[in-house]
């Protein structure tokens, strides 16, 4: 029972009211601003809602938008923390489908830059679990209420965030020293790990 | 005639270099046919340069690179007991030898309870898998060494009540008394009895072996080699690979000596009586080992549980109704 | 259990253990198993924390990551022309489906028209990778179990149609093909009955493994009813393709939102009923048999006419943001692109069918036997690259 794009908006909008910021259509897509206080409860009315039913949990990621081009912007350096309509910071991005209705609703959470926090949906969709840890570690957001808030794909020790516009690939920047030892002796007199 | 007269010391010499020979002979041979049917079946090729003729020379070549291998005992094994365990697992497969006739003056020690000694030593083995895993301070080891020790305990029954249920139908312990009491058409008869208990034997010899569909303790795709994870060079051939070999070429030729055979001609027809005894032998044996080697390479292996069930639940009471009616037969039968 | 032995019972040993067992308590332990990073059953770099306790797993802890190569920042330095053999290798079974949804990204936010020719041809070949795809894994599967001669079969299937697709780009595995607007160029003479023999050869032959596996009592035991995965938890986790499928969840892309020029060819989407690790296995291989028809069709109706649609010499991307998303072999593979007007993507999130599928193998893995996580793994159809990116 396919829900054309435009009735997906309405539907959305008579269901969620004000507690969206912004609701458009992106390229057949439905788009929502959310704050983060009421991201948790979007979500499960998006999920639980008969008449939405977003039952399933695409991707939850983040946009460093520090240096992004807004309308009538001239270049900005990464992570001013100076935005336009609080879009500028850190914005955590959770897709979510409708498998029986096939509509898609695009979900942007913009948070402050300084200190992104951002309330954890991984009771909502348990598969958010993994998908947080990696904007955890990548943009440095903190996900209050996550059952397990450690690092995915990085070392517990690395420093800084990668996926942070000011972070700078070091094949093409700079060069940071080896962190172990350089040579066998040297390792087995570190004591041999 | 050339009269030869050796004392028993010499006598003694004379057997153990035959055992020594023959079976790492058999085991080479038998490891280049292994790889020969597996790739065939896989529609490849197998060893080709190994020796030039179609790498004949594959396994030997093998054994030499092993005995180049450095020979590494984890730090925190158990030395004596991880030495030892190849040894107790490789030895009894060679003593299995001793009694196999394959011919009827062939045999290198005749003895009167051949089978039931065939039978002790072939258990003995399981301790040396127990003792590799513990030894090898693995936690991979350790599991393969508790599954292979379950499954061999288990695996034991059928054979032996399989090789009972022979011995009561032949009279007697004897191997060269169970070959002469048994007459064309070998396991037809009695009908379907002897099937049965063939295809029990046949059963139970493969997870006595830890062959597939029963090789759970040596599950490659999971704990590597089990609990032979952490041997190399020497060690590793004689306690994995030459004992898997002789060991299934051991219970080949036991299959044939219980039941097609040994070294009679496949049927009682007179001018077929020309050919040696030792080349029918070869013959029957050659073809076990090729079934044992198919049914190898075609199934997916059972889980521990199943493989557990099946032992207990169905081979087991299947094995002592057939000694019941073995029993009836001696009996009552023709 | 106690012990009515009175020697045994006045024995006075100082070892914990002994004592133990003298006061009728036996005592087990758990274990805490690594199956990784280095090990044969789990398709390259992945670690599996296991406690376990006895044969029973109590809980399984993927840890990932060991192949992170950090795509998601490498693609913001680079040409979007460059970043087409940068995220084949993702997914590296299904390389030129990797290559898809960037090409049909860059065309939605460029607006630009792809000719038919390219839009069919796309579409075999993307097939064609999926046939490999799935070989693979059906050799995979089955070799964990013990089953090791259907890897060679299915290698000897492989062969000829990874022949097909190098005579058209040069590669076996990672192909570098597709270019936003349509083709890198078009296909040689006698392709199409190259690759329509190559298919029907596999097509000849599934039902042989057919045979071979699914009606083997022993793989039967060994598959169904092992690791079950709900419909409901496969959803809140976001598992897709096969995996999905085989719980019952009938979401496929290529009928859903037909992309290239998928509602013109006819197809069935296959599922499973119970999700256990034989549902998967039995849409995987019934998955072939519906790309070979698609690469038929797709073959057969093949238009003249040029394989490129009309692209600036310089590719920008207007300022803009969408999601595109494809059904790689192994799920859905997503595309986030946001740009800012510009050579370079502001940024891409590259969404990973294998990453959604490994978050949902601890709810699966709890309280299994050991044996069986080896099924489940296997059946579970992960590629590490897509899972680390």
């Known amino acids: 029972m396919r829900l054309e794009a435009a009735d997906a908006l309405d539907r959305v909008k008579g269901a969620l009211g004000d507690r969206v910021t912004d609701a458009s259509l992106n390229h057949g897509q439905v788009d929502l601003t959310v704050e983060p206080d009421r991201f948790v409860e979007v979500v499960t009315i998006l999920r639980d809602d008969i008449a939405l039913g977003c039952r399933f949990f695409t991707f939850l990621s983040a946009v460093d938008r520090s240096t992004y081009k807004f309308d009538g912007d001239e270049h900005r350096e990464a992570g001013s923390a100076g935005s336009q309509n609080g879009k500028g910071g850190i914005e955590v991005l959770v897709h979510l489908y409708s498998p029986d209705m096939i509509w898609h609703v695009n979900l942007h959470v913009p948070l402050d830059f300084e200190s992104p926090v951002c309330p954890s949906i991984t009771g909502v969709f348990k598969g958010a679990e993994w998908h947080e840890r990696e904007a955890a570690e990548m943009f440095g957001i903190h996900f209050t209420d996550h059952p397990n808030l450690t690092t995915l794909y990085l070392s517990e020790d690395f420093e800084g965030h990668p996926m942070l516009k000011s972070f700078k690939l070091p094949a093409r920047s700079y060069v940071k020293a080896w962190p172990g030892a350089k040579d066998p002796d040297e390792a087995a007199a570190a004591g041999g790990r | ?334 | ?389």
């Open chain 2, 1 to 334: 005639m050339i009269e030869i007269t050796l004392t028993a010391w010499q006598m003694l010499v004379v057997k153990l270099l035959i055992i020594l020979i023959i079976v790492p002979v058999g085991a080479l041979v038998g490891g280049y046919v292994l790889h020969k049917e597996m790739a065939h079946m896989q529609h490849r090729l197998g060893p080709m340069y190994a020796g030039g003729w179609h790498g004949w020379a594959q396994t030997l070549a093998d054994g030499i690179k092993f005995a180049y291998k450095e020979d590494i005992i984890p730090a925190s094994a158990d030395k004596r007991v991880f030495s030892l365990a190849p040894a107790v697992i490789f030895v009894p497969v060679l003593l299995l030898y001793l009694v196999i006739p394959i011919d009827r003056n062939l045999i290198v020690e005749d003895l009167d309870v051949g089978l039931f000694f065939l039978l002790a030593i072939g258990s003995v083995g399981s301790i040396g898998v127990l003792m590799a895993g513990w030894s090898s301070a693995n936690k991979y080891a350790l599991i393969g060494a508790l599954r292979s020790a379950g499954q061999l305990i288990a695996y034991e029954l059928p054979i032996v009540f399989s090789a009972a249920a022979i011995a009561m139908l032949a009279g007697t312990l004897s191997l060269v008394g169970i070959v002469e009491a048994q007459d064309w058409p070998f396991i037809l008869w009695p009908p379907g009895l002897g099937l049965a208990l063939f295809l029990l034997f046949l059963v139970g010899a493969m997870a006595e072996m830890a062959l597939p569909p029963f090789d759970m303790p040596v599950a490659e795709s999971e704990l590597i080699t089990g609990p032979f994870t952490e041997y190399t060079g020497m060690r590793f051939i004689f306690g994995f690979f030459f004992a898997e070999t002789a060991h299934m070429i051991a219970f080949a030729a036991i299959g044939t000596t219980l039941f097609l055979g040994g070294y009679k001609p496949i049927v009682p027809w007179g001018p077929l009586d020309v050919i040696p005894g030792v080349l029918w032998f070869f013959v029957k044996t050659s073809f076990m080992v090729f079934l044992l080697l198919w049914i190898r390479f075609s199934f997916p292996r059972l889980r521990e549980d199943q493989l557990q069930k099946f032992a207990w639940k169905v081979l087991i009471p299947l094995s002592l109704v057939l000694i019941l009616v073995t029993g009836a037969w001696v009996l009552y039968g023709p």
């Open chain 3, 1 to 389: 259990m106690t012990i009515k032995d009175p020697e045994l019972q006045n024995l006075q040993d100082s070892s914990a253990f002994a004592t133990e067992v003298s006061e009728g308590r036996l005592v087990t332990e758990q274990m805490l198993l690594n199956v990784g990073p280095q090990h044969p059953a789990t398709h390259g770099v992945f670690r599996l924390l296991a406690t376990i306790d006895g044969e029973r797993i109590v809980r399984a802890e993927p840890i990932v990551g060991y192949m992170h190569r950090g795509y998601e920042k490498l693609v913001e330095q680079r040409d979007y022309r460059q970043i087409t053999n940068l995220i084949s290798r993702m997914d590296w079974l299904s390389g030129i489906n990797n290559e898809l949804p960037l090409a049909l990204a860059l065309e939605e936010l460029m607006e630009i028209e792809v000719p038919p020719r390219a839009q069919y041809l796309r579409v075999a070949l993307a097939e064609m990778n999926r046939i490999l795809n799935h070989l693979m894994f059906f050799q995979s599967f089955s070799a964990e179990l013990g089953a090791i001669t259907p890897t060679f079969y299915a290698f000897r299937e492989r062969e000829d149609i990874q022949y097909a697709m190098e005579t058209v780009t040069g590669g076996r595995m990672h192909f570098g093909f597709f270019r936003p607007g349509g083709l890198k160029e078009d296909v040689p003479r006698g392709f199409t009955a190259m690759a329509l023999a190559a298919v029907r050869k596999v097509i000849k032959r599934l039902p042989d493994y057919e045979d071979l596996l699914t009606g083997n009592e022993i793989f039967k035991q060994r598959t169904i009813d092992i690791g079950v995965l709900d419909k409901e938890v496969a959803y809140s986790y976001g598992v897709s393709g096969p995996i999905g499928r085989g719980s019952s969840i009938d979401m496929d892309v290529r009928r859903d939102e037909p992309y290239l020029v998928y509602d013109e060819f006819d197809f069935d989407v296959c599922r499973g009923t119970h999700g256990d690790c034989f549902d998967r296995f039995w849409v995987l291989l019934h998955e072939v048999i519906e790309s070979a028809k698609i690469v038929e069709q797709a073959l057969a109706g093949l238009p003249p006419g040029p394989i490129m649609g009309k692209v600036p010499r310089v590719v920008e991307a207007p300022k803009g943001e969408v999601y595109i998303r494809t059904e790689n072999p192994l799920g859905e593979l997503g595309l986030y692109l946001v740009s800012d007007g510009g050579k370079r993507p502001y940024r891409i999130k590259i969404r990973t069918p294998s990453f959604s599928n490994v978050s949902a193998l601890p709810h699966v893995l709890e309280n299994t036997l050991v044996a069986d996580m080896i099924a489940i793994l296997g059946s579970f159809f992960f590629v590490l690259g897509d899972v680390d990116r």
